[in-house]
């Protein structure tokens, strides 16, 4: 193990152990106003008129009349407003906001606002589109060729649903407005997103607008985007408050009804084989929205590039949709729409071998992508393809082929087995080109005359340890002891904007700026003085440019890559399932701490399985999501998987720093099709097509197999 | 001695307990694992974890006795308790939880999901109920009247289990939730059997979470009971059909569907093991 790779105590371990760690829930109340939202009871509807209750002195309502701004707020597209604007598109839309001054008086008079609706149309299906937000179509080869020589073409179906991010904390954000400056505070992913959008909805220029992150309870991207909105609402109402701090904090069930979580999706693929090969692909995309685009352009984006997933498929026709449905706005969640195609393309793989009489694996093994192989994008992949040495640890640690072997014969007795593999890949780091056209990161190292040294970046650490990383990079290269860096939550008045922390870009993009920052202070430190550099964001030259338009090159500079075993024991009189075993090794290049990362494979993992099957969400009849609370949306415990296994492949990156890439969001993407596949084998080799898999679910499978 | 709270009582015997109850509109509050999520904040209430006569475990010849505010945890490590109790407890939520959850309070919730009041159905357990006038032992069956209405005067607290001895040593418990910690029973089946010299001398059955309140059909067990393993044979089909239309689930979490096949499911795999 690398020295780098030793693991360390967290900068944060202290202060979260201790308590002492202040998140926005537990800054002071005193003189604090409660913001409480009022939203939309439908999914679509007029807002005719709004009538507001005797206000007692000093609180009031705002909403889209008293944006000073834009009532737009900054995310991609813009779309969202802050508060509702002539309709409402989806059931939680928040038309306005009340101002009280504690939380039973807000929570009241918020009930007492009667809104005046117009019932409208809603499309709550996914299958019953009209409007499409984003429509992105792209191939290599020629697929219509192919398909006209093929000896045989699959098409199958593939659906997979919400899931739930279920970080710790819930949203919360505090706002006040003083001295002509706006200061807004809480847990969030993203400083400088929730910055931009602030000064878009008030019409300040930036200096005015100031954002620190509050130590946060998890995100998951869960407070990639959401921060933003509901940060633009409350700076909104403080702006009105005269000089008060107004705080929004979310009960459990008003986040997990009303914010973001993953895209629902539907896949259609149409696999041509000849010679019992692959030889093309023709797929197409859509993912569900909800009422507005928040990110669905660039998790859209990242799914359909994934959809043929490591595998080099001569000939490809990939088409993605992003589509409004009037439910929940769908956003960022731990892979960010690869995990959707990635159970598509695993799954398929796994049914057209069985169709063909081969072993999965094998088949899969016959197509996987090497080193120097053109990507679905007619990039490259420039770097080693670690798979076949990961299948092999995998294989050793689970048994894979001996169990499948065994699994298949007929099996009888209240409880089947199987076990299902898969493999997939992360893109590091954003899309395409937005590092270098759209992010363009600086970091900044601040040596004081003591010696210390402080780490200015806008990295939030939500659990993840990005602090604890980044310092030890630093410390590292300086060659300082670690307690000698530290790393502060960030405020925008203080750190440059080094980016948003999403797109498992921090340690391996940010971190290698530090390390150019910190080899750039050492050649210059002097004892005693204060000193400060800076670094910018620069592209590795080996880039084969991507023009997003035509999805057209290099979409990631390198990849993490995973393999993944998942053994099952299915209850055949209660339809229950049971993880006997999972196994997985994981490529993130160099582990910077290794706690760290494989307590980061472990959670992401875990999240994959719950994923597979216990996380249910749907919306009813309504469009209403009613899995609002942990008894109703469940996570899976460690009870749940006491035989997890992690194995750290290492493959590094050179442009990394000492050979580290993406990490953060690998770990989930491809359970699922490991989970189903094992599934299948233990319902007699029946096809599936969708994921989460209930009990209900496999009940109904037993019903027709056995 | 009681000790005054503002938000209630903490009296220090049954009978300062009881004259409490009795003058006051006080909710009582055992482990609070229930009533803590509810956050009433304006709420009064009558403590009850100082109470003695309510935590003792006994027996005697026929019966074994369970003081409801014995926790979950305090069972488990009992050695008083049956193994068909503790297999249900251990599956009840997680251990911080069974630290603290006590049985009075999982039967005093009223609902069909109360993992321990499933046990206490299917063994035939009465409730001991103190009032003000004094003492009164209701059959747990006859205890639930419908879902969450309970036969307890305003002046009463269940105090006591009681467990019938006999019948304990045979059984099966099975548990369905959406995970294995931390879950409320989508479903869950228990039962009881016994033979003697070829002869079915007991059988009993309970579902718990499926309707209103815990099914436990006397009358239908009755009709293996007394039979030889042969006849039951052949009285099995007619059983399991009796039951096919005593249990008419409700619609939750999961469907009805979901809920009946696998009642009947568990139902004949209990038979099977027990040799019918």
Not at chain 1, 228 to 238: D, G, R, Y
Not at chain 1, 282 to 297: H, M, Q
Not at chain 2, 37 to 43: L, M, Q, S
Request: proline share 4%.
């Amino acid at each position: 193990m690398k020295e780098i790779s030793k693991s360390v105590r967290k900068k944060d371990h202290a202060s979260k152990m201790s308590g002492g760690a202040k998140y926005v829930a537990d800054w002071s109340a005193d003189g604090a106003l409660y913001g409480r939202l009022v939203r939309s009871p439908y999914a679509r509807a007029r807002v005719l008129d709004i009538h507001l209750p005797e206000m007692p002195e000093g609180c009031f309502a705002v909403d889209r009349r008293d944006v000073s701004g834009e009532n737009r707020v900054h995310i991609v597209m813009d779309d969202t407003p802050v508060y509702a604007g002539e309709t409402v598109e989806y059931i939680g839309d928040p038309v306005l906001m009340v101002v009280g001054h504690d939380e039973k008086e807000t929570a009241r008079l918020a009930k007492a606002v009667k809104v005046d609706y117009e019932e409208l149309p809603a499309i709550l299906n996914i299958r019953d589109y009209e409007t499409v937000f984003f429509d992105y179509n792209y191939g290599k080869g020629d697929a219509q060729k192919a398909f006209a020589e093929a000896d045989k073409v699959y098409e199958e179906e593939f659906q997979t649903g919400y899931q739930e991010q279920a970080y710790l904390e819930t949203q919360g954000m505090i706002a006040q407005y003083r001295d002509g400056k706006m200061t807004v505070h809480g847990s969030m992913q993203c400083p400088y997103y929730v910055h931009g959008a602030i000064a878009k909805a008030l019409g300040f220029t930036p200096d005015k607008v100031r954002v620190m992150q509050d130590t946060t309870g998890g995100g998951f991207g869960g407070k990639e985007a959401y921060p933003s909105i509901l940060a633009c609402q409350t700076a909104v109402a403080a702006y009105k408050a005269g000089g008060k701090p107004v705080r929004v904090i979310y009960d459990r069930r008003e986040d997990m009804e009303f914010t973001s979580k993953r895209h629902p999706s539907l896949c259609t693929y149409k696999v041509a084989v000849k010679d019992g090969k692959v030889i093309a692909m023709d797929i197409d995309i859509l993912f569900n929205s909800g009422g507005f685009t928040t990110l669905s352009a660039v998790v859209l984006q990242r799914g359909i590039i994934a959809a043929s997933g490591v595998y080099n498929i001569p000939n490809l026709n990939v088409r993605g949709r992003a589509v409004k449905t009037n439910t929940v706005p769908t956003g960022a969640y731990r892979g960010f729409g690869a995990p959707q195609t990635f159970f598509a393309v695993e799954t398929v793989m796994n049914h057209i071998a069985k169709d063909l009489g081969v072993e999965p694996l094998e088949f899969k093994k016959n197509h996987m992508a090497k080193q120097g192989d053109a990507t679905s994008t007619s990039g490259k992949y420039h770097f080693p393809v670690p798979l076949p040495d990961m299948i092999e640890e995998v294989e050793k640690a689970s048994g894979y082929y001996a169990k499948r072997e065994e699994y298949r014969k007929p099996q009888t007795g209240r409880y089947r087995r199987g076990i299902g593999i898969s493999l997939w890949f992360h893109g590091a780091g954003f899309t395409g080109s937005g590092e270098r056209d759209f992010i363009k990161a600086v970091v900044k190292l601040h040596k004081f005359a003591d010696g210390k040294v402080e780490v200015l970046v806008s990295q939030t650490d939500i659990g993840q340890g990005i602090k604890t990383t980044l310092s030890k990079i630093v410390a590292n290269e300086l060659n300082v002891p670690l307690d000698k860096v530290f790393c502060e939550n960030p405020d925008t008045d203080h750190v440059p904007d080094s980016g948003p922390t999403v797109a498992s870009r921090s340690l391996m993009t940010v971190g290698e700026l530090l390390r150019r920052a910190a080899i750039k202070l050492r050649g210059q430190w002097v004892d005693g003085e204060e000193q400060m550099v800076e670094e910018h964001f620069k592209e590795p030259d080996f880039i084969i440019p991507f023009y997003i338009e035509k999805f057209r090159g290099d979409a990631y500079p390198t990849y993490a890559w995973a393999v993944a075993a998942v053994e099952l024991k299915v209850d055949t009189l209660t339809g229950v399932h049971e993880v006997v075993g999972a196994w997985g090794s994981f490529d993130v290049g160099t582990s910077i701490d290794l706690n760290i990362v494989v307590g980061q494979m472990e959670g992401g993992f875990l999240q994959g399985l719950g994923y597979s099957s216990m996380e249910q969400m749907d919306t009813d009849a309504k469009g209403r999501i009613r899995n609002n609370s942990y008894s109703d949306y469940i996570i899976p415990t460690s009870v749940d998987v006491p035989n997890l296994q992690v194995i750290m492949h290492e493959e590094e990156y050179p442009d990394g720093p000492y050979g580290a890439k993406g990490a953060g969001e690998l770990p989930l993407v491809g359970v699922p099709a490991a989970y189903i596949s094992a599934m299948e084998q233990a319902l007699n080799g029946v096809n599936l097509y969708h994921a989460p898999f209930s009990t209900e679910d496999t009940m109904k499978a037993l019903r027709e197999v056995l | 001695m009681v000790t005054i709270l503002a938000n209630g009582f903490v009296p220090e015997s049954l009978a300062e307990c009881l004259e409490l109850k009795a003058k006051r509109s006080l909710t009582p509050y055992a482990g609070g694992t229930d009533l803590m999520i509810e956050e009433d904040r304006g709420g009064q209430y009558l403590f009850l974890h100082k109470i003695p006569e309510l935590k003792r475990i006994r027996e005697d010849d026929d019966n074994l006795y369970f003081g409801a505010a014995c926790t979950f945890t305090e069972l488990l490590e009992s050695a008083l308790a049956p193994a068909i109790l503790k297999a249900a407890l251990s599956r009840i939520a997680a251990p911080a939880i069974r630290n603290t959850g006590t049985i009075g309070g999982n039967i005093g919730n009223g609902s069909a999901k109360a993992d321990s009041a499933l046990i206490f159905f299917v063994t035939d357990s009465a409730l001991k109920l103190s009032g003000s006038k004094g003492e009164r032992l209701v059959p747990i069956q006859d205890f639930y009247l419908g879902r969450k209405k309970l036969d307890l005067q305003p002046d009463e607290l269940i105090s006591e289990v009681r467990m019938p001895k006999k019948w304990l040593s045979k059984y099966d418990y099975q548990k369905i939730g959406a995970r294995k910690s931390l879950a409320i029973s989508r479903l869950s089946f228990a039962g009881l059997f016994a033979e003697e010299n070829g002869a079915i001398t007991h059988c009993a059955v309970a579902f718990g979470a499926v309707s209103d309140v815990i099914i436990r059909r006397k009358d239908l067990d009755s009709l293996l009971i007394g039979k030889t393993i042969p006849d039951a044979k052949a009285a099995k089909s007619a059983y399991i059909k009796a039951y096919e239309e005593a249990i008419v689930p409700i619609r939750g979490r999961v469907s009805a569907e979901y809920r009946k096949e696998t009642c009947l499911n568990l139902l004949k795999d209990f038979l099977n093991k027990m040799g019918i």
